[in-house]
C-alpha cells in the first residue's frame, strides 16, 4: 500500500524577497524609497557633483535670479545657491539619522528593560520622561544647546533627547503587553533566559510600530535642526545648511529675491514628505507576520 508523500513546507520568503514584495504591493512605498535612495544618493555625492564651491563668494554675481549658470540663483555674497543646498544634504541628514539613532537605541532598552521588569525601573523612567514631555520640545532643545553651546554634536543631543520619550514609552507599552503571551512564555519554558526571551521573542513584535515613529522623527529631526539654525542656534554659518538658507533668505523675500528661501526650503518640505511616506514600508517589512 502507497503513502502519499508529505507535502514539503513551503520556504520561508527571504529578507530580500520580503523587501521587494512590500515594495511591488504598495506603489507609494516604492516612491518613497526611490525618493529616500535620491537624498542618500545626493549625500553621499552632493559635494563632488556641485558645479560651485559652496563657501566661495562673488561679490559680482550677488543676489542673481536662477539662470543656466546658476540653477538656484546666488545668494548675497555671490555664492552658489544650487550648490549650497547640494551639500547642505549630507550634514542635514546625518544631524538627522544620527539623532534618531541615539534615542532609537536609548528609548528600546530602557523601555524594554521598564516594560519587562517594572518595579522601581519602570517608576523612575515613568518619571523622567513625564519631565522631559513636560517641556515644550523645541524650547527643551533651545535650552540643551544653548547650555552647551551650538555644535553639531550637541544639536544631534539635544534632538536625541526630546525625542527618547517617543521611543521609550511605546517599547515599554508593547513589551508590558506581551510578556506573558504565550509565545513568551513558551521561550521561558524552552530555557531561555529572560534577556534573551527580550531580545528576540517580544522586541521584534514591537518593531512594527517603532519603524513608524522612527519615519516621523526623521522628519522631525530635520526640521528641529533647521528651526535652531534659524533662531541662530543651531549650525554657524558659512556652513552650508537648510535651516540657515533660508534664515538669511528670509530677509530678501520683501526685495523680491525669492529663490534664497525657496530652494532650501523645498528641499526641507520634499526630505520631510519623503521620511513620512517611508513608514507605512518600514513597518511593512520588519513586521514578523508579514513573513509569510
Known sequence: MSTAAAAPAAPRQSTLGHIAYVLKDNPVTMLAFAMFAVII????????????DPLASNAA?????????????TDNLGRDVFSRVLVATRLD????????????????????????WGGWL????????????????????MGIVAAMGNTIENIIYATAVINLPFYARLVRAEVNIRRNAGFAQAAKLSGNS??????????PNALPPMMVQISL??????LNAAGLSFIGLGVRPPT????????EGANFIVSGEWWLAFFPGMALVLAVFTFNLLGDGLRDMVDPRRRT
Open 61 to 73: 554675481r550677488a543676489l542673481e535670479a536662477p539662470s543656466w549658470d546658476h540653477w538656484f540663483g
Open 240 to 247: 552650508p545648511e537648510w535651516g540657515i538658507m533660508v534664515a
Open 93 to 116: 541628514l546625518t544631524i538627522s539619522v544620527a539623532a534618531v539613532a541615539l534615542s532609537f537605541i536609548a528609548g528600546s532598552v530602557l523601555g524594554a528593560a521598564a516594560g519587562y
Open 41 to 52: 544618493l545626493t549625500a553621499f555625492i552632493g559635494p563632488l557633483i556641485a558645479p560651485y
Open 122 to 141: 519602570d517608576a523612575a523612567l515613568s518619571r523622567i520622561l513625564d519631565t522631559i514631555m513636560a517641556f515644550p520640545l523645541f524650547v527643551l532643545a
Open 217 to 222: 522623527n526623521l522628519g522631525w529631526a530635520i
Open 194 to 203: 529572560d534577556v534573551r526571551v527580550l531580545a528576540l521573542h517580544i522586541f
